[in-house]
């Protein structure tokens, strides 16, 4: 479902070259890194959001994501991707509920109550965004791009604000969402219990990609 062939990419210093990795339908692959490494640059590279200076990134039988024509990206983006940032990009004066419904008007897709249950807002999904606290900010946030049913997901820090047990209890529903439906998640983290959740753990050190 997806493969990067030879990644590299630079801003003002080389983040990192030839970077491969692969990921099969049901799986989940965390990258390990400290803060600036190039873990957010890659998920962009893989997620449609950044050509990479050279490689190439396969993704849902798409040859060369790169090489499709822009309208061709974004739909892939809409439907196909889903991307949790570390920013959250809620809209702000809407309720919990109403920032889901704009995903799952746009996706066509229901909101899954058990989805709510299992990222525990289901109670304060009717407050206003301003009222939630950082963390249950960040469970909407997850919950919004689980509601698209994506068959890829890219999330960068996605329990970086959380307990150590809400965090916990997120990377189950995100790991239980990928086993069902057969599809991928692909994790930026720096912490280390978080990432041995995942079926594939890389670090990215020396400007690589080290399997652990």
Known sequence: MLQAIDLSHRFETLLYENLNLEALGGESVAILGVSGSGKSTILNNLSTMLKPISGKVSLLGYEDIYALPAHKLLEIRRYEVGII????????????????????????????????????INDVIHQNVGELSGGQQQRLSIARVLTKKPKIIFADEPTGNLDRTTANNVMEAMCAYVRGASGVLVLATHDEEIAQKCTKVFRLENKALIPL
């Open 85 to 120: 940032f570390q920013s959250h990009y809620l809209f702000r004066g809407f309720s919990g509920s109403e920032n889901l419904n704009v995903a799952s008007i746009l996706s066509k897709q229901p909101i899954s109550e058990d989805l709510l249950i299992a990222l525990g």
